[in-house]
């Protein structure tokens, strides 16, 4: 059985900064999709950055050259550094695999992480 096991959320002041992991374990197909989505109170969950199955990095436009999307050397765990953080960014934010990079963007989702709260107050 698979699961995205999250951690790194927490409460930072704007301007501040912090990073999320996900660790993905079971056994999982060879070429994936893994990203960040966020859900704030009363809208839908958007993406946020992803790593595509050719390694390459897509990001939201809201975050591009704040936030970044790593994956170690064994593509078990997902990082996303969260730089300059803005009271906008205040989410859950979940970690998510998919089977392509299609199945991503369409969010056909196959795991999904537990989720973790980020709270930036200015």
């Known amino acids: 059985q698979v699961q995205l096991v999250e951690s790194g959320g927490g409460s930072v002041q704007a301007g501040g900064s912090l990073t999320l992991s996900c660790t993905v374990y079971g056994n999982i197909y060879s070429k994936y999709c893994m990203g960040w989505f966020r859900q704030a109170p009363g809208t839908e969950r958007e993406g946020v950055a992803a790593?595509?199955?050719?390694?390459?990095?897509s990001y939201k436009d809201s975050v591009k050259g704040r936030f970044t999307i790593s994956q170690d050397d064994g593509k078990n765990t997902l990082y996303l550094q969260m730089n300059s953080l803005k009271d906008d960014d205040t989410a859950m934010y979940y970690c998510a695999l998919a089977k392509s990079d299609y199945d991503f963007a369409m969010r056909r989702i196959d795991y999904w992480s537990q989720g973790t709260q980020v709270t930036v107050s200015s």
């Open positions: 790593v595509n199955t050719d390694g390459t990095t």
